[in-house]
């Protein structure tokens, strides 16, 4: 299976369960976690599969820290720079 | 395996441990949804990419915000409920080259701080307000906001939102751009990832604006309240798209440049500015003729226009530049514009106990009423010098000896009757012989920058002198002047 | 140098060689021409000068100037202060200095333009909501208009604290000689103080203490700074006062009224004396209790219908009768009016005035 383009991690301390990441998730490999955090919700998790770092999860989740995007760096094929760091212009 | 790389993660802008919290920490106070998050993200995500963390100082609001500076590692003031724009005003002009950021929500920025936002939008204050629009207020449990839409309903609107007690919602940002400063207004929705990007660009403009000391940016962002709406963060964000943008219509309201204004008022220092650079010439007399003058008490009374309170600041200064303690004090307020007007003068040997005059030594009376109003006031040894050739009919018996000078007939002879109180003056100066005329020209040297006025103001005050004497006959020779008058100008 | 000088401009000029260089405020009779003296002066300065859209504008652009640490200022009178209250709170719960002049007019509500000592409790009691002080300072002439504003800005920097200058109409509006001198005060360093830097980024200016533990501590500290300033600032000054039998007692405007009095009473024999309260908080009580210690009768007198007495009767605690007599609407009380009242009060008869 080829690797995913980008892949998430998900701080669960912070993350409050809202599930807005879940529901925006244009290949939906977010998903709520059937535990409870300590706090007593469901965190979101990454599936491991299909993420193309994209970074709507980011944009659209309300806590500063509980999500955190990553990309593939580009293979030595030359492709022109992302302006700044940000990806997710729709 | 290749590598990845992070591509979006924590803005450095917001503290690493929110540690201004009790609690928690980690994570935000905000209800799991709630837009307020997302807002903020995307206020920290364009400070850093700008450059000027260290510069920026936030203004928060009262309402679920107000804890913003838990998170937002910058400068923070903490405002009250709706003054935001007011105390950010002052923290810009106190700080001209930081960035200020107004942030606010709907009951804040378009209930109790409507003044200071449209103010301070109209005044063009270089500094950004993000209006945090979610139609309700969140902090104080869901009561009725002037955004809530009709039919809405909230704890103080049980039947939702009736026009006909409530009125309509009220569209800030249309509101605002009726308004000639603002340089950049645009209304943005976080209903969707699409509309979350128009927003982040929208914030970053306003910001980058700032920076460029463009003038007022506003940006009102729709933006969900899943708890107060009891929705699911999800629902919240369709009823923004489905019934917010109806009445809160998205787009760019204002987008243009001001040209750059000049301020045009002279710099000087503070000891010019105070006049503290030049000594007063003061005609300081020598003690002992100081001293057997006697204390003097002037009441001034006439119309507004007559210059009675002009009268007593000279006679006041005289007295200043002659060595004494001196007060003097004016009736003021509405009825200088419609009618009589009063000033009372005291020229004293010792630091001046009442500056209110209960009995003066000399009443000038500038018209019949004020004759009339306060003869009975002067004390028994007492003087009033009174503005007309004869005493009018019908006044009460009082012990005051009264002189008729009239003074505005002959300041008329000499061409303006603005003179009147010059004229009085002079004839004060005959009667009491407490302040040399020699001061009054000087002093009117000093502030009449018209020498055509100076001279007749001159004129009168010999005038006043010459009529007063007249009526004081051979009793006044005891006084006598030190030689010859001295030529007006 | 000497100049002839309103007391409402005196303040200005005070305010400028106490390093002021921020105005914000909103007209009203009997303050205004201090507004007016400020928009001459401070942008020649280089200062700021805005006229706000309210008072409550105005106050809080005070707090956002003191936030950046400057010296800033405010005037107005009783209905403006009225609706300062809420921002003075705000400010003290913060710990900003500033200073707010409330020239008294008659009240309550629109009352008049005349002048009144009414405003003592709303400024000398708090009057916005929760525990906290002003400093205040009540001048009772215009050289004082000056020296007693700059006093204020110091104090208030000394206990990051608002200062109030409390005086009335006739005060502000009066002329007297007013000499200067011409050196600007040391303004102290204010580390805590939001300025837009990378020194100050940390800094955080807010009176929100959501913990009841937290919020009590804070107001403990508040209550602690004010009780330094008790012991060590209140001023007063006295007439006369070796001896008195009868002790008078006023600020402001009435103290010079009781001036004149003490005069003429003693003229007739009566051993009276005046203290004059020049900070209204702290209340000088132990100067008072000294002053009035052999007094038998104590007459206070305030242009309203009796506010400082109170202070004065709790300085006193009944050690003495403490009488009082007042007058509203404007009216000062006269010379002759306070010695006929002092002299039926203490069972004499005489002839006053006409
Ligand atoms: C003078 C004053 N009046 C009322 C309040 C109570 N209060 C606190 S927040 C708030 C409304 C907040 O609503 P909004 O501005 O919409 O912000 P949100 O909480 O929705 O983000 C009110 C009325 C207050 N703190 N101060
Ligand atoms: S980056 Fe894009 S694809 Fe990856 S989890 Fe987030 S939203 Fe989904
Ligand atoms: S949007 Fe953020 S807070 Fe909400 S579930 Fe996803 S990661 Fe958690
Ligand atoms: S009440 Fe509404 S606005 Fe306030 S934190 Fe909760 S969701 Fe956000």
Redesign the interface.
């Known amino acids: 299976m080829a ?1 995913a383009r ?2 998430v991690t998900i ?1 669960t ?2 993350c ?5 990441c879940v ?2 998730c244009p290949p939906k490999c977010l998903e709520l976690l059937p535990g409870l955090n300590p ?1 007593g ?1 469901h965190p979101a998790r990454y599936t491991g599969m299909n993420c193309s ?1 994209c ?2 999860c ?16 580009a ?1 030595k094929v030359a492709q022109p720079p992302m302006e ?7 | ?11 450095p802008v ?1 503290y690493d441990k929110y540690e ?1 919290k ?1 609690e ?1 920490q ?3 106070h ?9 807002v ?3 206020i ?1 995500e364009a400070i850093a ?1 700008m450059g000027v ?5 936030l ?1 928060t609001p009262v309402g679920c915000s ?1 804890f913003a ?1 838990y ?1 937002f ?8 409920h709706g ?1 935001a724009p ?6 810009k ?3 001209p ?4 950021i107004g942030y606010q929500g709907d009951g804040d920025l378009a209930a109790i701080g409507t ?2 936002i ?2 301070a939008a109209n005044r063009g204050e270089k500094i950004t307000i993000f209006f945090v629009n979610n139609a309700i207020y969140g902090m104080t449990g869901g009561q009725l906001a002037p955004t809530t839409l009709v039919g809405q309903f909230s704890t103080t609107s049980p039947w939702g939102r009736r026009p006909s007690n409530e009125g309509y919602p009220l569209r800030m940002a249309e509101l605002l751009a009726t308004l000639e400063a603002p340089v950049y207004i645009e209304r943005v929705a976080l209903c ?3 509309n ?2 128009k927003a ?1 660009k929208a914030v970053r403009k306003a910001l980058e604006l700032q920076r460029d000391g463009a003038g007022f940016s506003f940006i009102e962002i729709l933006s969900p309240c ?1 708890t107060i709406w009891k929705m ?3 629902e919240a ?1 369709k009823w923004i798209e489905e019934k917010m943008l109806a009445v809160f219509p998205l787009g760019v309201f204002r987008d243009r440049k001001l040209a750059p204004m000049a ?1 045009g ?7 010019k ?8 010439e ?1 005609v300081t007399r020598p003690m002992a003729v100081k001293d057997s003058q006697p204390d003097l008490t002037v009441k001034i009374a006439g119309f507004g226009g007559q210059g009675v309170l002009l009268l007593g ?1 000279i006679l ?2 005289m007295g ?1 530049r002659e060595g004494r ?6 009736s ?3 009825e200088m514009r419609s009618g009589s007007a009063h000033c009372h003068v005291c020229l004293s040997k010792e ?6 005059i ?2 003066p030594d000399v009443l000038i009376a500038m018209n019949e009423p004020s004759l009339h109003k306060f003869s ?2 002067v004390e028994a040894h007492g003087t009033i010098l009174y503005n007309n050739h004869k005493l009018p009919a019908g006044l009460p018996p009082c012990e005051a000896k009264i002189y008729c000078v009239p003074a505005s007939e002959i300041a008329d002879g000499l061409g303006t009757t603005k003179a009147t109180n010059m004229v009085m003056l002079g004839a004060l100066l005959e009667l009491t012989h407490t302040l040399p005329r020699e001061t009054a020209l000087a002093l009117l040297k000093a502030k009449v920058r018209n020498v055509k006025l100076l001279d007749v103001d001159c004129q009168a005050i010999d005038a006043g002198m010459a009529c007063l004497r007249k009526q004081l006959g051979s009793s006044t020779d005891a006084h006598a002047h030190d030689g010859e008058l001295a030529p007006c100008s | ?4 000088c309103k007391g409402n401009v005196a303040i200005v ?1 005070g305010a ?2 106490a390093g002021c260089r ?1 105005y ?1 405020g909103y007209p009203i ?2 303050a205004s021409e201090i507004a007016e003296a400020a928009a001459e ?1 401070m ?4 200062g ?1 000068f ?1 006229q ?3 008072e ?3 106050i ?6 003191a ?4 010296r ?1 200022m405010t005037a107005s009178s009783g209905p403006g202060i009225s609706l300062m209250q ?2 003075i709170s ?1 400010l003290a719960g ?1 710990e900003l200095p500033c200073v707010i002049v409330d020239v008294v007019r008659g009240g309550p509500g629109l009352g ?3 002048p009144e000592q009414s405003d003592y409790f709303a400024l000398v009691k708090g009057g916005g909501h929760g525990n906290y002080k002003n400093i205040v300072v009540a001048p009772a002439s215009v050289q004082e208009m000056a020296d007693l504003t700059r006093l204020a800005f110091e104090l208030a920097d000394r206990y990051r604290n608002p200062a109030v200058v409390l005086t009335d ?2 005060i502000g ?5 007013l000499e ?3 050196v ?1 005060s040391v303004q102290p360093e204010k580390p805590w103080a ?5 020194e ?9 203490y ?2 009841p533990d937290e919020l009590e501590a804070h107001v403990r500290k508040l209550e602690e700074k004010y009780k330094k300033a008790a012991e060590v600032e209140s001023r007063h000054e006295l007439y006369r006062a070796e001896d008195p039998e009868v002790l008078l007692v006023g600020y402001g ?1 009435t103290s ?2 009781l ?2 009095v003490v ?1 003429m009473m003693r003229k007739e024999g009566v051993r009276a004396g005046l203290f004059r309260p020049i900070t209204l908080w702290p209340f000088p009580a132990e100067a008072l209790r000294h002053a009035a210690r052999r007094a038998q009768m104590v007459l206070v007198v305030e242009m309203s219908t009796g506010q400082m007495v109170e202070d004065v009767r709790l300085t006193l605690d009944g050690r003495v009768d403490v009488e009082f007599y007042g007058r509203t609407g404007g009216n ?1 009380p ?3 009016e306070v010695c006929k009242e002092l002299t039926e009060r203490m069972g004499m008869t005489a002839e006053w ?2």
Request: aromatic fraction near 6%; charged fraction near 20%.
């Open positions: 690797q980008g892949k701080d301390e912070e409050k369960g809202c599930g807005v529901d925006a706090y919700v770092g970074g709507i980011f944009y659209v989740c309300p806590e500063p820290g509980a999500i955190t995007v990553y990309r593939l760096i293979p700044g760091s940000h990806a997710a212009t729709l | 395996m290749d590598e990845y790389q992070v591509i979006e993660s924590k803005s917001f201004r009790a928690l980690h994570q935000t905000y209800c799991p949804g709630c837009g307020h998050g997302v903020h993200k995307l920290a990419d963390q260290d510069r920026t100082i203004v107000v500076y998170y590692d910058m400068g923070n003031v903490q405002a009250a003054r007011a105390v950010a005003t002052a923290v002009r106190s700080n080259e930081s960035i200020v003044a200071e449209v103010h969707d990832n699409k979350i990007m982040r899943p699911t963060p999800q964000r301020d008022v002279p710099q000087t220092t503070v000891t500015l105070l006049g503290l650079d030049k000594p007063l003061v600041q006041a200064e200043m303690e001196v007060s003097w004090l004016p003021y307020g509405p630091r001046v106990g009442s500056p209110v209960e009995h009975k006031m | 140098m000497r100049q002839l000029k400028l060689l921020s914000y009779t009997p002066y942008p020649q300065v280089g700021t805005l706000a859209e309210s409550v504008a105005a809080n652009m005070v707090y956002g100037a936030s950046a640490g400057l800033v809420e921002g705000y913060s008049n333009i005349a109409g006739f509006q009066m002329m007297e000689p200067l001198q011409a600007e939001v300025k837009g830097t990378r100050t980024r940390k800094n955080l200016i807010a009176s929100i959501l913990e405007i010079r009224v001036r004149s005069d000062v006269m010379a002759d005035g006409v």
